[in-house]
Structures are given as C-alpha cells and as structure tokens.
C-alpha cells in the first residue's frame, strides 16, 4: 500500500489549494482514506475522511470550507481548501485504513498507511 500526497503550498489567506492523495497497491474500494494535520507545537488532528461508500466527516473548523472527495477510476482522494486561514498551516498528511461500509474514522488511531505529507502554509 503506498500512498502519494502532493498538492500543498504557500498561499494568501483566503486562498484555495486542492491536495490529491495518490492511491496504490489496494483497492479504493475497502478502504477509508482521512486527511490529518500537524502544525508546528501542536498535536495531529483528522481534518476529514471518507468511507467506503462516500460518507464523508469534516473537523468543525473547516467546515463549509473544505471538501473532500473521491475519484475511485484514479484511486485519489481529493481535499479541496477554499478560504483558507493562516491557522490551516500545517504539514498535511494522507492515510488509508481498512474499513466497512459506512464507517468514519476521525481520529488517526486505527490508520495503517501514511502518505509523506504536504505542506500547506497560508500567509496573513
């Protein structure tokens, strides 16, 4: 399992970014992939996942800001960041876990593959 997560950058504060989560090795399919954070001091945070079958969490913080979604003929992941916020700067990090049907996983315990991470920083 491999996954390959690109996309991040320095943008403005109300900026948008899309970060992709590159899928290989499994299939889609079984799999819950999330979006986690780590800003510098500050521990790991779920962001947002999504479920087998589409369901989708989002942190309270990003909501109706970001969207996530999932583009299975590719095997990626999408997490696009709209009115992005200096407090969204962080070291953005993909993963994968096997999961069921309908099941979200908020929380980073549980996830078996990690992609490197992509670093977003949104200037003031």
């Known amino acids: 399992v491999q996954l390959q997560a690109s996309g991040g950058g320095l943008v403005q504060a109300g900026g948008s970014l899309r970060l992709s989560c590159a899928a290989s090795g499994f299939t889609r399919d079984d799999y819950a992939i999330g979006w986690f954070r780590q800003a510098p001091g500050k521990e790991r945070e779920g962001v947002s996942c999504?479920?087998?079958?589409?369901?989708?969490y989002y942190l309270d913080s990003v909501k109706g800001r970001f969207t996530i979604s999932s583009d299975n003929t590719k095997n990626t992941v999408y997490l696009q960041m709209n009115s992005l916020k200096p407090e969204d700067t962080a070291v953005y990090y993909c993963?994968?876990?096997?999961?069921?049907?309908?099941?979200?996983?908020?929380?980073?315990?549980?996830?078996?593959?990690w992609g490197q991470g992509t670093l977003v920083t949104v200037s003031s």
């Open positions: 999504i479920s087998r079958d589409e369901s989708t």
């Open positions: 993963a994968a876990r096997v999961s069921v049907a309908g099941a979200i996983h908020s929380a980073a315990y549980g996830y078996t593959d």
